[in-house]
């Protein structure tokens, strides 16, 4: 207990041996200015996009998705939670349309990110204006109601994520996240999920068992450092092979490589991803990439597609008819 809160305890308890009126107006101001306090500051504490978009060399098919971004703010119109553990810059509609049109991308999944926490309007809003051409992935908690769940489906939304960090806050309870599937199940959602390499193994049992398909974000975050043999990944790709629930995102090559940019050091990583799962594998940018190390351009990013997957029948899988099936965009 600090200081304060000893005094307002004190100060309570006199209050309440004195019979006095008052404790609980004292104990909210003292909560209200230790709120106050507590308000993180709006200055961005992470990096902003790259603004000079390299236009790729290649072109997408028509129709792909971009299965993996976000929208950040503007905090003016969307606030960021007070309980956020980094703050963005503004990354709102206007920018992230630009981006698409530069990188030749017309469909999208913008999954909401810890710093919106529970509010998902930002993504709802994007969506409906957006004549069929987003999905979103939503923050929920054990809380929601059939009625939220009702009106975030119709609003377009397809699952909700859990982020296994401890960057970001550390690993949900496990009891909150079976609450949670139990509740989505009956509404054709999925769970996406952003795993830490470690605990890959240790989540493939509770995987299988779940009655929802499940998406693994960022090739499970493996560090390509550690080759294709390191454990975690063998893990997942025998995983993503022999379970039909299971679905990969072909993203965040940017956040293994140890080469850095062109990050070809990924490619063996995304085709060892995409051999043992053609039809549920998923590509996407993660713009705008929060907590990355060094900025990537998605310019570069789109320009990896070919090299993970060379043939143009699985390109369009990857990039059309996995995420129309997953997603339930028009075909
Ligand atoms: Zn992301």
């Given at each position: 207990m600090n200081t304060?809160?000893?005094?307002?305890?004190?100060a309570g308890l006199?209050?309440?041996?004195?019979?006095?009126?008052?404790?609980?107006?004292?104990?909210?101001?003292?909560?209200?200015?230790?709120?106050?306090?507590?308000?993180?500051?709006?200055?961005?504490?992470?990096?902003?996009?790259?603004?000079?978009?390299?236009?790729?060399?290649?072109?997408?098919?028509?129709?792909?998705?971009?299965?993996?971004?976000?929208?950040?703010?503007?905090?003016?119109?969307?606030?960021?939670?007070?309980?956020?553990?980094?703050?963005?810059?503004?990354?709102?509609?206007?920018?992230?349309?630009?981006?698409?049109?530069?990188?030749?991308?017309?469909?999208?999944?913008?999954?909401?990110?810890?710093?919106?926490?529970?509010?998902?309007?930002?993504?709802?809003?994007?969506?409906?204006?957006?004549?069929?051409?987003?999905?979103?992935?939503?923050?929920?908690?054990?809380?929601?109601?059939?009625?939220?769940?009702?009106?975030?489906?119709?609003?377009?939304?397809?699952?909700?994520?859990?982020?296994?960090?401890?960057?970001?806050?550390?690993?949900?309870?496990?009891?909150?996240?079976?609450?949670?599937?139990?509740?989505?199940?009956?509404?054709?959602?999925?769970?996406?999920?952003?795993?830490?390499?470690?605990?890959?193994?240790?989540?493939?049992?509770?995987?299988?068992?779940?009655?929802?398909?499940?998406?693994?974000?960022?090739?499970?975050?493996?560090?390509?450092?550690?080759?294709?043999?390191?454990?975690?990944?063998?893990?997942?790709?025998?995983?993503?092979?022999?379970?039909?629930?299971?679905?990969?995102?072909?993203?965040?090559?940017?956040?293994?490589?140890?080469?850095?940019?062109?990050?070809?050091?990924?490619?063996?990583?995304?085709?060892?991803?995409?051999?043992?799962?053609?039809?549920?594998?998923?590509?996407?940018?993660?713009?705008?990439?929060?907590?990355?190390?060094?900025?990537?351009?998605?310019?570069?990013?789109?320009?990896?597609?070919?090299?993970?997957?060379?043939?143009?029948?699985?390109?369009?899988?990857?990039?059309?008819?996995?995420?129309?099936?997953?997603?339930?965009?028009a075909s």
């Amino acid at each position: 207990m600090n200081t304060i809160s000893r005094r307002a305890c004190l100060a309570g308890l006199t209050a309440a041996a004195a019979g006095l009126p008052g404790l609980s107006a004292l104990a909210q101001a003292q909560e209200k200015a230790q709120e106050k306090a507590a308000a993180p500051s709006s200055a961005p504490t992470i990096l902003p996009p790259d603004p000079n978009t390299k236009t790729p060399d290649y072109k997408a098919p028509a129709g792909a998705v971009d299965t993996h971004t976000h929208i950040f703010g503007p905090n003016s119109k969307y606030p960021y939670a007070q309980t956020r553990s980094y703050t963005p810059p503004d990354a709102p509609l206007e920018m992230f349309r630009e981006l698409h049109a530069k990188i030749g991308i017309t469909r999208a999944v913008i999954v909401n990110a810890t710093v919106h926490g529970r509010d998902n309007r930002v993504i709802t809003d994007a969506i409906a204006q957006s004549n069929g051409a987003y999905k979103g992935i939503a923050n929920v908690d054990e809380t929601i109601t059939d009625k939220e769940l009702l009106a975030l489906t119709e609003g377009g939304i397809k699952g909700c994520r859990f982020t296994f960090l401890g960057r970001l806050g550390g690993r949900p309870d496990m009891a909150k996240f079976n609450a949670v599937v139990d509740k989505i199940k009956g509404y054709g959602w999925h769970v996406d999920l952003y795993l830490e390499p470690e605990i890959i193994a240790e989540f493939v049992p509770i995987l299988r068992q779940l009655p929802v398909p499940y998406v693994i974000d960022h090739m499970g975050t493996v560090k390509a450092a550690g080759g294709l043999e390191q454990k975690p990944f063998t893990a997942l790709v025998e995983l993503i092979r022999t379970d039909d629930k299971s679905w990969i995102k072909i993203t965040g090559p940017e956040r293994m490589s140890a080469t850095g940019a062109p990050y070809l050091d990924t490619v063996p990583f995304a085709q060892a991803l995409i051999a043992a799962a053609p039809e549920r594998c998923l590509w996407g940018t993660d713009w705008p990439h929060p907590n990355v190390k060094t900025m990537p351009n998605d310019g570069v990013l789109v320009d990896l597609i070919p090299q993970f997957a060379p043939d143009p029948k699985q390109q369009q899988k990857l990039l059309v008819d996995n995420p129309v099936r997953l997603f339930g965009f028009a075909s």
